[in-house]
């Protein structure tokens, strides 16, 4: 008999061991599907929380949920979070001693698992088809599902033969998710898995707490540096398109005082394992890295993306920006794009053994990636219009939305290059072409005679940088072609003619210098509030990291950083508070709570604070009565009215705190207060309780009374 679930159970399910009360996005239609024991096919954004549509279920169902997760690192972060949530798992990888293999069927045949992460290498080995087989399994989840499609951004043959595993538990759940798939992709999984009528569930792809800018690529170390400089403490990732730039980016780091690292494929296991340790336990702040990193962390703090050069699709771009916020926190991108990069990235595709069908898509890809690049309206909604997204309105974060590029009349200039091009029969590539024109002695140039030409010089007066920002945009608007089958020389188009002679007028793009961009970054001033807010988060950090390192756990399994900014905005007084903050769960609250709750008070007690700041008088006054001291004596230390005291006491008792309130009131005067509330119709406020008892008690003991009662 099929099991049902009240959204009593399931919310409950939902506040006791991951912390919140209420579900993001499509969370709750996906998890009731698959309790009705349905497939589906979920495709959600990087932090949209896709994690807890398996995970929920596997609390509620009987047997455990087998999960097939890539990577392995992935797997093992994902274990420790839901331990650290009170909810027992597993990984079955590799890296397995035996004795470690024979605990984990131990527990599963003893019901002592939950959750089972296994990779697709092992998840298909007949060994453990055997194995697995003969077990209690409620739901089967497969995550970055995009990797079983040849048309995805990161095909894996093993992930093809999954199937086995749908066919082998027909009557179960079977969820396929990634953060990434077009149409085709889409049908691809479905189709390769032999899910069974699957629900699509589809959010949207827009990330609203990244803001996006792409900016040329030139400076690139410096405008990182200065990018750096105005994140302090924030952990990131560069991505480079070569090992060796991971190696020179990072070096460029270290020597400017950063705790940065390379990571890359050529590395030992031992290394890239150690380096990313170092950087989920917050003890490196910048990992610069090829594509090979971040699918497999969990790490929720990384709060910006830098792309030292051009992604070689939006799909990889849009993954590898999703490594950032996805704590919901406000997070930053910022990719760097050069003609350079592109010229790579298509020797890449043409040169490759791929089919000619294949490669046709991926130059596809490739072109729109650097359409993106070059927009000149909203970025989100470029990308959001090539996962079949559509809307009109802007998103308000991205660069373009932010700061709307300045056209000019460019005409001038696009014909100098256009005039130089032809007048060096079109021989020429980017590079060689911008020398012409500002007039360079370079060997080359003097040897084939280019300085004789007419347009020799005539762009002395504009900086190569501003020459290739120029020239990019003419490839982009059709004006010049590149010959990538003749050393990318420039060709100019039929449209190009139309501006030498025929009177077209062009548009480009501002060049921005260095500076002004940089500016632009810079943060408004902060208000004191604000600024007490950070330093109370700071301290709750620190105590994380101590916490963490003690339990040999990275940071964020404790508590994420949106759970500590949320302590530090609300400051819970008691542990009643505590578990209204998003993301303390009762097992946590059970294990982090007091600790956490002491730490906020003691920063709130000790440092100066903005005068509203939530508690900070009751604790004072508290923290007086810990010591000893009678309320008279509270009042004249602390410069208060005895009534205020009483009344803070009186708070404190609410909130759970040991206050002996019954000394202060004999017991005729509490009868008499209880009995004039109660005469008077159980009122909220003091005073209609005040005027029946004709002002003969004072507020502070009817207001001791009262709370004495109702708290009983």
Known sequence: MDQIFTKEQVLDTLKQYFGYDQFRLQQEAIIQHALNKKDSLVIMPTGGGKSICYQLPSLLLDGFALVISPLIALMKDQVESLKANGIPAASFNSTLRGTEEQEIFHDLNNGNIKLLYVSPERAVSERFLNFIQRQPVSLLAIDEAHCVSAWGNDFRPEYIQLNKLINLFPNIPHMALTATADKATQKDIADQLDLKSPELFLSSFERTNLNSRVVPGQNRIQRILRYLEDRPGQPGIVYCLSRKSTEQVAEKLQNAGYKAAYYHAQMSGEQRHRIQENFQKDELQVICATIAFGMGIDKSNIRWVIHYNLPKNLESYYQEIGRAGRDGLPSDTLLFYSFADYKILREFIVDSEAKDDFKQVQLAKLNRMMEYCQATSCRTNLVLSYFGEHREESCGRCDICTHPPKGFDGT?????????????????????????????????????????????????????????????????????????????KLKATLLAQEVLFNGKTVTLSQWEEFKKASQEERKPQKSKTQLFEEGLFDALRKLRKQLAEEQGVPPYVIFSDNTLKEMASQRPFTLSDMEDVPGVGRYKLEHYGDVFLEAIQNYITRESTPSRVKGKTYLETLKLFKQGNPPEEIAIKRQLNIVTVFSHLAYLYEKGENIPLRQYLAQDEFDKIILAWNACGEPNELKPVFDYLKEQVEYYKIRLALTIHKTQ
């Open 412 to 488: 001038v200039i696009v014909q100098k290059a256009l005039s130089a091009c032809k007048r060096l029969k079109e021989q020429v590539n980017m590079n060689l072409l911008i020398d012409v024109l500002r007039g360079s002695h370079r060997s080359e140039i003097i040897e084939q005679g280019y300085d004789k030409i007419k347009t020799y010089g005539a762009g002395s007066n504009i900086s190569r940088n501003e020459w290739v920002f120029f020239i990019t945009q003419m490839i982009n608007q059709g004006l010049f072609e590149v010959d990538y089958t003749d050393g990318s």
